[in-house]
């Protein structure tokens, strides 16, 4: 039998160089999707004849719903080992293995650290005007070293961002509903008793949380209000876990220095949406987890996965 399969959503053209896809000739077609599919009407249309779809990460919804009305899909590959906009359930009714890949969490580590120095340098508003011609220095950098870095969660990702930070010389806390002292102690640094501490005393605040019941909208209004005027938020997590009114409001407010974003509610981000305008925000779109050597492996055990599937033994098979 000859298979099709769709590869969503390769935006920079890599996909098909980043595996070795001829493992697959003769047995599958590969069809690779530049554009982003926005809609449920879009996905089902586009993807009716296809029996294996690649997704990236959590960009792409697949609720119950859109899996009815995929008859042929029989395959659906999510880069990453965790996955929350799959139906499980769903895909288990209809047939449809669900299987992942592995993910290095270095490549968010060093795009969490290229937008704090970022925000906290000026870098993006003084190379503007470097280039236009504009005013030689304009903005006062903010120190590292002696202040303090706040990590919302201490996990494989908030823990390598900890160690950074002390070698910065910075002071480093962390905390999060389950982070206990003895953990913290292990990384080296803090233990914030409460949360609201935290964001009261740092000078940065940097999220590594998993989106979930407890940390929807955690930093709300109110929570945002807590933090330094000249400090800065950072968050290359999940775009639910702080309130995006808020902190649209926040920033125009002034009440913070500044924040970089590198996840949205919405991606790919609406051209009139208005973080794109909002002042003192340094957004980059969805960077944290596209390097060659990471996408690499996506693909590659993609390839892997769909090989291990037609063989009738899946690999590396997700779980709700």
Partial sequence: MHHRCAVLDDYQGVAATSADWAALAGEVDVVTFAEHLGTE?????ALADFDIVVTLRERVPFPASLIARLPRLRLLVASGMRNSVIDFAAAEAHGV???????????????TWALLLGLARGLVSENAAL???GPWQSTLGADLAGHRLGLLGLGKIGSRVARIGLAFG?????????LTPERAAEVGVAHAGTREELLSGSDFVSVHLALGGRTRGLLGAAEL?????????????RAAIVDQEALLAALHAGTI???AVDVFDEEPLPADHPLRTAPRLLATPHLGYVTRGNYRRYYGQAVENI??????APIRRLEP
Avoid: F
């Avoid at 009407?41 to 249309?45: I, Q, R």
């Avoid at 209000?225 to 950072?234: E, F, G, I, N, W």
């Avoid at 090989?307 to 009738?312: I, K, M, S, T, V």
């Fill in 41 to 45: 009407d879009e996905l089902a249309a």
């Fill in 97 to 111: 293995t669900v299987c992942g890949t592995e993910s290095s969490p270095t490549p968010p580590v060093e795009l």
């Fill in 131 to 133: 280039r236009a011609g």
């Fill in 170 to 178: 910075m002071d480093v806390v962390a905390w999060s509903q389950n």
């Fill in 225 to 237: 209000a807590l933090m330094k005027p000249t400090s800065y938020l950072v968050n290359t997590s």
């Fill in 257 to 259: 220095a500044g924040a």
């Fill in 307 to 312: 090989r291990a599937y037609l063989a009738g």
